[in-house]
Antibody, heavy 122, light 108 residues
Framework: QVQLVESGGGVVQPGRSLRLSCAAS????????MHWVRQAPGKGLEWVAV????????VYTDSVKGRFSISRDNSKNTVSLQMNSLRGEDTAVYYC???????????????WGQGSLVTVSS | SSELTQDPTVSVALGQTVSITCQGD??????ASWYQQKPEQAPLLVFY???NRPSGIPDRFSGSTSGNTASLTITGAQAEDEADYYC???????????FGGGTKLTVL
């Protein structure tokens, strides 16, 4: 079945870096854009970044531009999020999700992995 | 602030019908998708598009759109439907994708 498994989370000091990875299985990975979505403790879902199916195009939310970098390896069915210059407000559970577009106006995200907790604290 | 607006809290009596709404300009052009999240769990897609319910989602979940408002309706709410619900769609300015702020549904 379709599955996404995130890894790489942990506790990191402000200003330091961390790299999250997401391993995909059960679908043709190179056919879908992939996203990272995060959720701060007790807060709602926040879209973070997207990478196109072939890795040629990336878009980021303003708060992470210049600090985070999304990449993918279609030969290994993995998507990564390199997070630099981390701040306290980056503390969250990070989910990687597959984008599925069935019509130009109809898109959904799924499945959702279990998420990877990133805690930025001194 | 989110480009998609949801009521923070909604309650419904057991077995009754409830609609959770999501307002935003992008919904005039793009369909919403809806996600259920229970405590300590990852979000789960429960409805998307014009009339699409993923396999395994009970048929008491339905959706609709009118103008700039998308709605997720639960007909005959059950105790296990108590959760946070989020809508998602394209953004109209800034981020290309946005989530609503979420609605906490309480089943009384």
């Amino acid at each position: 079945q379709v599955q996404l498994v995130e890894s790489g989370g942990g506790v990191v000091q402000p200003g330091r870096s961390l790299r999250l990875s997401c391993a995909a299985s059960g679908f043709t990975f190179s056919g879908n854009a992939m996203h990272w979505v995060r959720q701060a403790p007790g807060k709602g879902l926040e879209w973070v970044a997207v990478i196109s199916y072939d890795g040629s195009h990336q878009v980021y939310t303003d708060s992470v531009k210049g600090r985070f970098s999304i990449s993918r390896d279609n030969s290994k069915n993995t998507v990564s999020l390199q997070m630099n210059s981390l701040r306290g407000e980056d503390t969250a559970v990070y989910y990687c999700v597959r984008e599925v577009t069935t019509e130009p106006t109809i898109t959904w995200f799924g499945p959702w992995g279990q998420g990877s907790l990133v805690t930025v604290s001194s | 602030s989110s480009e998609l607006t949801q009521d923070p809290t909604v309650s419904v009596a057991l077995g009754q019908t409830v609609s959770i709404t999501c307002q935003g300009d992008s919904l005039r052009s793009y369909h919403a998708s809806w996600y259920q999240q229970k405590p300590e769990q990852a979000p789960l897609l429960v409805f998307y598009g014009k009339n699409n319910r993923p396999s395994g989602i009970p048929d008491r979940f339905s959706g609709s759109t009118s103008g700039n408002t998308a709605s997720l309706t639960i007909t005959g709410a059950q105790a296990e439907d108590e959760a946070d619900y989020y809508c998602n769609s394209r953004g109209t300015s800034g981020d290309p994708w946005v989530f609503g702020g979420g609605t906490k549904l309480t089943v009384l």
